[in-house]
T-cell receptor, first 114, second 113 residues
Framework: ETGVTQSPTHLIKTRGQQVTLRCSSQSGHNTVSWYQQALGQGPQFIFQ???????GRGNFPPRFSGLQFPNYSSELNVNALELDDSALYLC?????????????FGSGTQLSVL | AQSVTQPDIHITVSEGASLELRCNYSYGATPYLFWYVQSPGQGLQLLLK??????LVQGIKGFEAEFKRSQSSFNLRKPSVHWSDAAEYFCAVEDTGGFKTIFGAGTRLFVKA
């Protein structure tokens, strides 16, 4: 059973550029959540995808968007990058989207915006 | 709105000593509470969770946590800390919608020999 994998592990972009981060969920999981973890902070919820539909969204602007594919892998896209977007981006998959589902996290993508 | 407070930014404990990490939450109903651990360069791993029932919850790696509704607390404990426990620990509560987990700012644990 493979765990949650994210790519790339590190990324450097400049302000104004666009970035795509990828996540392969754990086998059998149909739900993917994305979190942003700024340095010294806890993870902040960006959004969740359940069976290819956005299932909930945190307090992030529309330039943060996502996709979930039929195999339940997912992408996080960020347009018009800002310096404050520099953070560790974590993907977490779960068996379902119900209350109390255990989240399985990937190791994250460290994004630096210069 | 739901929130989680971890009052201690960092804690240093001697190896073999006991550990308690504090967590306070703000939530209107019965909360779903979690403790996660994050080692450097890694994602988060679930240590334990509380939904209902027995207020003392056992987790992995010898950790336990106690839910105290009267104090709105969910403190994490371990009787004897090992050097490998050095990591960042996050307390979290699940939002009422069930799709969002709200994390505290974390407590960094240092273990000294």
């Amino acid at each position: 059973e493979t765990g949650v994998t994210q790519s790339p592990t590190h990324l450097i972009k400049t302000r104004g550029q666009q970035v795509t981060l990828r996540c392969s969920s754990q086998s059998g999981h149909n739900t993917v959540s994305w979190y942003q973890q700024a340095l010294g902070q806890g993870p902040q919820f960006i959004f969740q995808y359940y069976r290819e539909e956005e299932n909930g969204r945190g307090n992030f602007p529309p330039r943060f968007s996502g996709l979930q594919f039929p195999n339940y892998s997912s992408e996080l896209n960020v347009n018009a990058l800002e310096l404050d977007d520099s953070a560790l981006y974590l993907c977490a998959s779960s068996l379902d989207s119900g209350v109390g589902e255990k989240l399985f996290f990937g190791s994250g993508t460290q994004l630096s915006v210069l | 709105a739901q929130s989680v407070t971890q009052p201690d930014i960092h804690i240093t404990v001697s190896e073999g000593a006991s550990l308690e990490l504090r967590c306070n939450y703000s939530y209107g109903a019965t909360p779903y509470l979690f403790w996660y651990v994050q080692s450097p360069g890694q994602g988060l791993q679930l240590l334990l969770k509380y939904f209902s029932g027995d207020t003392l919850v056992q987790g992995i790696k010898g950790f336990e946590a106690e839910f105290k509704r009267s104090q709105s607390s969910f403190n994490l404990r371990k009787p004897s800390v090992h050097w490998s426990d050095a990591a960042e620990y996050f307390c979290a509560v699940e939002d009422t919608g069930g799709f969002k987990t709200i994390f505290g700012a974390g407590t960094r644990l240092f273990v000294k020999a």
